[in-house]
């Protein structure tokens, strides 16, 4: 498509504006599945005949059916989230999702196929495959492969997974072909890179050696405990807790690391800490790197990430790198032009404005966003979430690799399982983590990707309005403030976002306790929540998270300090309490839009504040 | 529902008899989603206007959108398994999927809800609560507890994953809090059961131990090696190799437990098995039995396993037993009654007989497999995949676990992140080894449970249907033979089904090279797949597998032997190439309708087999 891409088409819209299209097109295809089996081997009977219709009991079970849908039905209106609002829902990360990947899914289920293995689903397992080297090439992998996983926990593991049974394997080597690691200190076998090890492990495929040394790498349980060190940022996604348990690690392997103010990862301390380690001769098993933070949507300077990998290497000191983009991994997209080269930073502004990327000439990406994006390609695997900046509904989560060899690190099967010339496996299952999965899926994350190229004209589009709405947010919330009944109610966001995602408090003006601050938020969030009332009504919802010492240490504390609090007040509350805003509508980037809905989030808020102010008295 | 349940009318049918009903019920609850949005907070404008809807870019988007689900449509029509075919599919676990499952699904993914966490999916996240009481309740647990997982795969290694962690606590007590265990050998910590180990749980929680004793427990990395052997059927699933590298205990401690010939495990040699290890102080950390195995639907003497585990835990031999019922588990609907009781066996053919379980007045359940079933109640979890024999689209699967308490080992938040009262977690995806989850699968999964009751007149119709089906087909195959151009060809079932799987072989009468009979049953695989040919004109459609001495020891030698083979041609070969049905079709239990395709599908297979011998010659 050369055309500009319009995204407002592709959803199902605030008021169902596309409802017309979108029940068409959904029609259409069950017409197009229906006509398939009526004429698969078109002079077979129908099995159920119209007798059996008119049947009392088959009418009954009808009816019942009906009547299940119908409590269906009811829950959901019931007690389901209004995200669809184009200005009102400023929560968690949701929001309305690409009509193109529910009706291509729905469309796909009629089939149903299971892409653990091709014989199941010969057409989706197909798009899967593509929809993996979509990943790798958005990654700027030219070797690498990618593909779709149950959710950015499982994809975070298996990256762990990875990076287990790939370190592990030099000591396997020493002991099944010791002429390929030759003069070789533990140490050293324990600080080769992934490159290296990935070359090794094809040398000793030429000698048929692979399964023997795979038996004695971690996947046999071998040396485990000798592997190092996990480092993640302090703020830890409870997914790489899990993850390092299940993994066998253990929990006392991974290392927090600090984050700074604008937290993202401290890339200076993480060096501080890897050289005490290796002072000690403990090695790195690998670095975690997030890209859009759960909690913030902050980028971590994935560059200096690299950077000090690419030093160390030098020194000696290795590490596996994985960069964990669950949230934020769509937004590289925004950076490749349509021959997926990456964009020189100071064109974006240019470019963005004339395609319409962003509707003000302005530049809302960071410098050191734009770098981070930009090295990703030079790390060893990373998580990717379609269900999340994909706009694809759950659940489908993703993984992509730097080279397509390591897959054979995690394999269960020989590659004669792949099929000839195809380049697909026959039973995808033996080579990731998870076993049965949706074909659906597939064919709606392929639908998503062919409606919106991963560049800065197709997906690059609808996050970019995701981003200019979040900035306009960003303003607005700055200079907002209130007041109850004689009491001011200030607005203080947190700091201007990374990538789309909008941290805010209320404060009451001169009330200097924070423990008072922290129920204020706390209040506000249940007022503007499931938590209270009725969800249906209510006219502007947020979500809320919690900064704390354990998680966080002082990080916050630039913030907190900002608003008036004493060092003292932040250590005996230990925690400050914000109001979170995953902005991912893809309407408010237009200013008209967004004026149009700021004065009723403003009365919304008003109104919150007063119920919880004058209750109180 | 009180009235007889007709399951002809839960599907869209071979010929979409009912595909009509379908589309009404799509459009009714499509328009009930689109009133939804348009009917929250009413007074918003719409944001989409219809001057932009008209503009030239939305057109060309939204014909950019058509013609990228037309190629989903293409694709799919093209490469797709015809397995919604009533009497000409008897492949690979695949089958036409429950309507109301497809709908509610359909309808939940609007709102695309996540069940990670309950702010995201009140609904939906309140549903799969009910389903996961659902799974506990059919498991006989009566103080258990449930959730819906990606797939088995997911299912068996978060099984796994608890056993790991369980059996490692009481190595932790002796750290954390020895009093707990005062006077107990580390051999006798190793043998605790799990009750034993979550009674002193509970009591580690009443002194507010928890956390300190699960980060020494197998979480923190600690002790891994000493937890002992991990027991699964020489016919292992590929899935127990990888959950056994991937929760770092590693492949070694995996010990097959040989099959019989009836392709159920041999619990005596399970016993002489482990009583070996215990001579050795080598501990077992537990024993996977399966319900429905992936290639025979073989069912493993639950019963005999439990029975082993009591008599060993008298003599201070502790084990976890999980049962991998992913593709069985359904099948325990049979025997429960509408109160939720175990039907005594005897009367069970009177019982299906008067309720339409089966058409015929016959005992086709075995009294081996009713036991088995009867057992999981004893067992400590169980796997169970909702998009097996609950006909319920991909991805679902399942796990129950038989004691509640159990699920604060894995979790990683306190307990208070339950919602007051609701029982339910607010964060669901603290307590389970994946993260973000789709609601719409607990949409789909309860919207089947609540058309389909878990008793012998719900599931239990439907599961009879496909047991009965397997049953005509297997009576149908042994009586058959082909003279194709002089040879004779000669059709021989496998063992009579445990369950609704049947496997056979053809084989040429008086050839007696194995090899001869391996090539031609994979040649006719070949011809009866997507392999060769256009899928959407085959006429009979298979699947097949090969049983080789590394996954199956001798145990098919009884049959190999009873074709006529010499145990010498046996070990020459070292395998038997079979074809493999798994018989899930609902329609074929009724004696008119597969007497309708029995003489198609002896056409069909008269015409592969004189394809393949005739293009030899």
Request: overall charge negative; hydrophobic content about 35%.
């Amino acid at each position: 498509m050369d055309k500009n891409l319009n995204i407002d088409a592709l959803f199902i819209g605030d008021k169902a504006e596309n409802g017309e299209t979108f029940k068409e097109l959904m029609n259409q295809l069950i017409d197009e599945h229906i006509g398939w089996r009526r004429n698969y081997i078109p002079s077979d009977k129908n099995i159920i005949s119209e007798e059996e219709k008119t049947s009392e009991d088959y009418k009954q079970t009808t009816n019942h059916m009906k009547e299940v849908l119908a409590e269906v039905s009811n829950r959901l209106r019931t007690e389901s989230v209004p995200w669809h609002s184009a200005g009102r829902y400023w929560g968690h990360m949701n929001s309305e999702t690409l009509m193109p990947s529910i009706l291509a899914y729905t469309y796909a289920m009629l089939w149903n196929g299971n892409n653990v293995a091709y014989e199941s689903s010969p057409a989706t397992s197909q798009m899967e495959e593509e929809v993996g080297m979509d990943f790798a090439k958005l990654m700027g992998y030219k070797n690498g492969w990618g593909h779709i996983c149950a959710d950015g926990s499982i994809a975070n593991l298996e990256g762990l997974w990875y990076a287990r049974n790939i370190k592990s394997l030099p000591l396997a080597m020493r002991e099944v072909c010791p002429e390929l690691v030759e003069g070789k200190t533990e140490w050293e076998l324990l600080n080769l890179s992934t490159k290296e090890i990935m070359d090794l492990f094809e040398k000793a495929g030429e000698e048929d050696k692979v399964d023997e040394l795979k038996s004695r790498s971690a996947r046999g349980g071998e040396n485990l405990d000798k592997l190092g060190k996990w480092f993640v940022p302090q703020t830890k996604h409870y997914s790489w807790l899990k993850a390092a348990d299940i993994i066998g690690i253990g929990l006392d392997q991974v290392i927090p690391v600090p984050v700074n103010e604008d937290y993202r990862m401290d890339v200076a301390a993480l060096e501080k800490q890897i050289r005490e380690l290796s002072d000690k001769e403990i090695p790195v098993l690998g670095v975690v790197a997030v890209v859009g933070s759960t909690e913030e949507g902050a980028v971590d300077n994935v560059h200096e990430v690299i950077a000090l990998r690419d030093k160390l290497a030098e020194e000696g000191i290795a590490m596996y790198v994985h960069v964990d983009a669950a949230y934020g991994g769509y937004g590289r997209a925004l950076f490749l032009d349509e021959d997926n080269e990456f964009i020189p930073y100071e064109e974006l502004p240019e470019k963005y404005y004339e395609a319409g990327v962003f509707t003000e000439n302005k530049q809302y990406i960071k410098e050191d966003v734009y770098k981070a994006y930009e090295a990703i390609k030079d790390a060893d695997s990373v998580t990717i979430d379609p269900h999340k900046m994909g706009y694809i509904p759950y659940s489908a989560g993703g993984i992509a690799i730097k080279d397509i060899r390591m897959r054979d690190v995690i394999s269960y099967f020989a590659t004669y399982v792949f099929e000839k010339g195809a380049d697909i496996p026959a039973l995808l299952g033996a080579y990731i983590l998870e076993g049965s999965k949706a074909g659906a899926t597939a064919a709606s994350v392929w639908a998503a990707h062919r409606t919106l190229p991963l560049n800065y004209k197709g997906y690059g589009k609808l996050i970019g309005a995701s981003i200019e709405s979040s900035h306009r947010y960003y303003d607005f919330l700055k200079d907002l403030s209130f007041d109850i009944d004689g009491h001011t109610i200030e607005v203080h966001p947190l700091v201007s976002p990374d990538f789309n995602m909008v941290d805010y408090v209320v404060k009451e003006k001169g009330n200097d306790s924070l423990a008072d601050m922290n129920k204020l938020n706390h209040d506000l969030y249940d007022h503007a929540s499931y938590v209270t009332g009725n969800l249906y009504s209510k006219e502007y919802i947020v979500s809320h998270t919690d900064f704390a010492i354990p998680d966080y240490g002082n990080s916050p504390l630039t913030f907190v300090k900002g608003l008036g609090f004493s060092e003292e007040e932040w250590n005996k509350e230990g925690k400050v309490t914000v109001i979170r805003s995953s902005v991912m509508t893809p309407y408010m980037n237009k200013a008209d839009n967004f004026e149009y809905f700021a004065p009723k989030i403003k009365k919304a808020l008003q109104e919150y504040l007063e119920e919880i102010i004058l209750s109180e008295k």
